[in-house]
């Protein structure tokens, strides 16, 4: 093992998973970030899904990839320690995973999910889950309660939200009420897209493929939503909510993240620049103001929560699909500029030579060199107009 290497993997501040099933580790105060995997052995199949901490000590990451296997990477020793199958591709992709206590949690798209022991082994799949629910189908997410790991909550396409006890698993603790006909009388549509647990309560948060963010809580005999908001026209994909509970973060299709307000109606605090394309993850820092997101757009971005700038910006060379940040201090030694980090190596593929291939635009000097452009041309149209008023003068003269 390369000791030097296992130095750089403990200290990595946030992990992100890419469609090209590369685990890749950033650490922003020394602005590096690495690959870790083996590349001659990626495929689309290994495409990372989900991402969680193996232990309350943050030493070791779990990795869920499309084709149904669960690996552990560990920041210790710098490799991959154990590799375990929890489902194959026919069952759909991760949409959850978590850890209680020993044992694992999985949920895939079709609804089922199980947990699995710590004495897991062999390949009889059939022998190693202990528990098993059926969620519903087309399940987009699954999420767990930080404050009580026992209990998670599912929701989908079609499929409300649903709260679950692992320790009583024979049905949900609750479950969301869809809301009444509209105008027309017609059944309105259920899409949750992201979902998560409101700190220091016993509300839940969802965001749904029709624009809504809609607040649960469980404790009062409504089952319909508390409160809900719409915000742009584009479907929403993910969320997460600050440290204090008062503002959850959210991201679209298009790229926009925008703060609501959770003490005024769901009132827009502001939106963060910067993104090009659809937002996949979105993580707020447990106890920091800062918020990570990651997308389409192969960028890793860390902005701030107090004044909305841009803090890091990481270019990864794939498209990510998830993130996970650590709970340690971020060293912010930056002002009001943003950080730039240090690309990654190069991991092979066709579309990472064309991306590589292509030279970087300097756009804040293009800006610049049009900007006096423009205003060299102006001044020289205002001097062609006196010497006209001049010429003419004379002539009437």
């Known amino acids: 093992m390369n000791l030097r290497m296992a130095v750089r993997s403990q200290n990595m501040n946030i992990w992100v998973g890419s469609e090209t099933g590369i685990l890749k580790g950033v650490n922003l105060a020394k602005k590096q ?51 375990r199958r929890c489902g194959d591709a026919t069952q759909g992709r991760f949409t959850g995973l978590a850890m209680v206590k020993d044992s ?11 947990v699995w022991g710590p004495e897991t082994s062999g390949t009889d799949e059939s022998a190693k889950h202990t528990l098993e629910i059926s969620a519903g189908k087309s399940v987009c997410r699954m999420r767990q309660n930080p404050a009580k790991c026992h209990v998670v909550a599912t929701g989908g396409r079609e499929n409300g939200l649903k709260i679950w006890d692992l320790e009583k698993p024979d049905q949900p603790i609750f479950t969301a009420k869809n809301l009444r006909n509209d105008w027309l009388d017609l059944r309105q549509p259920e899409w949750v897209r992201d979902l998560a647990f409101i700190p220091d309560s016993d509300k839940v948060v969802t965001c749904t493929g029709h624009h809504q963010v809609r607040i649960y809580d469980p404790s009062s005999p409504q089952r319909r939503p508390v409160l809900e908001v719409k915000y742009g026209e584009y479907p929403l994909t993910a969320l997460s909510v600050s440290a204090g509970g008062n503002t959850v973060v959210v991201g679209n299709t298009q790229g926009h993240i925008a703060m609501l307000d959770l003490r ?24 920091l103001p800062v918020v990570a997101s990651c997308g389409l757009d192969r960028f890793l971005r860390v902005h701030s929560l107090d004044d909305r700038s841009l803090l890091h910006k990481v270019y990864l060379k794939s498209r990510l699909n998830c993130l996970l940040l650590s709970s340690r201090d971020i060293e912010q030694r930056h002002s ?27 756009e804040e000097e293009e800006g610049r060199r049009r900007k006096r452009r423009r205003k060299e041309v102006v001044a020289e149209e205002k001097e062609e107009e006196k010497k006209k008023k001049k010429t003419t003068k004379r002539k009437k003269k």
Do not use: Y
């Not at 109606?265 to 106890?287: D, F, N």
């Open 264 to 287: 005024k109606k769901g009132l827009v605090r502001g939106c963060l620049k910067g993104l090009a394309g659809g937002v996949r993850s979105i993580q707020c820092h447990p106890s």
């Open 336 to 362: 009001t500029r943003e950080t730039e980090i240090e690309e990654v190596k190069d991991e092979g593929g066709e579309d990472d030579e064309v991306w590589g291939a292509m030279e970087e635009v300097q």
């Open 104 to 114: 694992l949690v999985t949920c895939v798209e079709t609804g089922v999910l199980r």
């Open 33 to 83: 970030a690495l690959n870790f995997c083996q590349i001659s052995c990626l495929s689309r199949d290994q495409e990372v899904c989900a991402l969680c901490w193996s232990d309350p000590t943050e030493t070791e990451v779990l990795v869920a990839s499309l084709d149904g296997t669960v690996k552990t990477f560990s920041a210790e020793k710098d490799l991959f320690t154990e590799s």
